[in-house]
């Protein structure tokens, strides 16, 4: 399978603790993208990268959250003293820059659910 | 700021009936792309619209963007069961062709 993948699909947790999430990007993607999804919402970016710069954090991520992608291929998510607010479908995506418009792939995304 | 809506919300639909979700950006976008979401899964890219006025087919599905470039619709002709999930529009922030504004998408339920 060449598409994106991220691990684990779903995490319970309880609140005040840490959990990190990872993608996998496609693997000739240079952009990577961290969204999260809420019931009956669209998916709200977080951050994204391109190779392994982190070129934007959305206002949306407090201090707790924090993203990495050290050699422009992988990336990790993590979540430092979770709150119940952070229950949340996290999506990551990939893309290509190409032109002036890039299609972004999304992987299956991890279901976090603190307690 | 910048705002993607998208109307309306839910849709229930016989199957054999058509249907259009249609997306409103408070800004010119340079592109749109449409997604759809199956229950219980994650977002599939469906196709992106570049061009001022540009119509584009797949199969029962037709495309528009609009002249202004602030707003697309998504028509399906003749739904099928199939055709089940969450459409979302989506288009990049101002300034930036990368990360994507979404709108809260519209539920289409089809009864066979």
């Known amino acids: 399978d060449t598409g994106v993948s991220q691990d684990p699909r779903h995490k319970i947790t309880k609140r005040g603790q840490n959990v990190t999430f990872r993608c996998d990007p496609i693997?000739?993607?240079?952009?990577l993208y961290w969204y999260r999804q809420t019931l009956g919402q669209g998916p709200e970016f977080l951050t994204y990268?391109?190779?392994?710069?982190?070129?934007?954090k959305s206002r949306l991520l407090s201090d707790r959250f924090s993203a990495e992608r050290p050699k422009g291929s992988f990336s990790t998510l993590e979540i430092q003293r979770t709150e119940q607010g952070d229950s949340a479908m996290y999506l990551c995506?990939?893309?290509?820059?190409?032109?002036?418009?890039?299609?972004?792939?999304f992987g299956p995304g991890t279901r976090l659910t603190v307690l | 700021g910048q705002q993607v809506m998208q109307i309306p919300q839910y849709q229930h639909v016989q199957e054999g009936e058509d249907f259009t979700t249609y997306c409103n950006s408070s800004?010119?976008?340079?592109?749109i792309q449409w997604y759809k979401q199956r229950p219980g899964g994650h977002p599939v890219f469906l196709i992106q619209?570049?061009?001022?006025?540009e119509v584009k087919k797949q199969k029962r599905l037709t495309f528009q963007f609009g002249e202004a470039k602030k707003n697309s619709s998504l028509h399906i002709t003749a739904t099928q069961t199939t055709d089940v999930g969450t459409y979302f529009c989506?288009?990049?922030?101002?300034?930036?062709?990368?990360?994507?504004?979404f709108g809260q998408g519209t539920t289409l339920q089809v009864k066979p």
């Open positions: 989506a288009g990049p922030f101002a300034g930036n062709t990368g990360k994507l504004i």
């Open positions: 800004t010119t976008l340079s592109n």
């Open positions: 619209l570049v061009k001022s006025g």
């Open positions: 990268f391109q190779n392994e710069a982190q070129l934007e």
């Open positions: 693997s000739e993607h240079n952009r």
């Open positions: 995506a990939s893309s290509t820059t190409s032109g002036s418009a890039d299609t972004q792939y």
